[in-house]
């Protein structure tokens, strides 16, 4: 069965780190750009990040720049989104998604979402 798995979200303290892994299964992660994106409630999805196929170029929203880092791991069928310094405003359901190749910021661009992982930030 086709579909990514998304897991290490929890509560966190503003300041703390969580690392995100999105697990593939049904295929094979090598092909495909895997994408992150959040949906705060009562907010759109926006997308965070990116990581693309063949050149593992990485790619981040200017909210995120500087203090999130994706990464992959293709003997793992895996991708990572490591989280730092993070803030109340990164509170959200995160998700990943995947689309042939290339990276884009555009929602409705990629598919087999998954389920979603909830991070809080919180004192």
């Known amino acids: 069965q086709l579909q990514l798995v998304e897991s290490g979200g929890g509560l966190v303290q503003p300041g703390g780190s969580l690392r995100l892994s999105c697990a593939a299964s049904g295929f094979t992660l090598d092909n495909y750009a895997i994408g992150w994106f959040r949906q705060a409630p009562g907010k759109e999805r926006e997308w965070v990040s990116c990581i693309s196929s063949s050149t593992s170029n990485t790619y981040y929203s200017d909210s995120v720049k500087g203090r999130f880092t994706v990464s992959r791991d293709n003997a793992k069928n895996t991708v990572y989104l490591q989280m730092n310094s993070l803030k109340p405003e990164d509170t959200a359901v995160y998700y990943c998604?995947?689309?042939?190749?290339?990276?884009?910021?555009?929602?409705?661009?990629?598919?087999?979402w998954g389920q979603g992982t909830q991070v809080t930030v919180s004192s």
């Open positions: 998604a995947r689309r042939r190749n290339s990276c884009s910021q555009r929602t409705g661009l990629y598919e087999s």
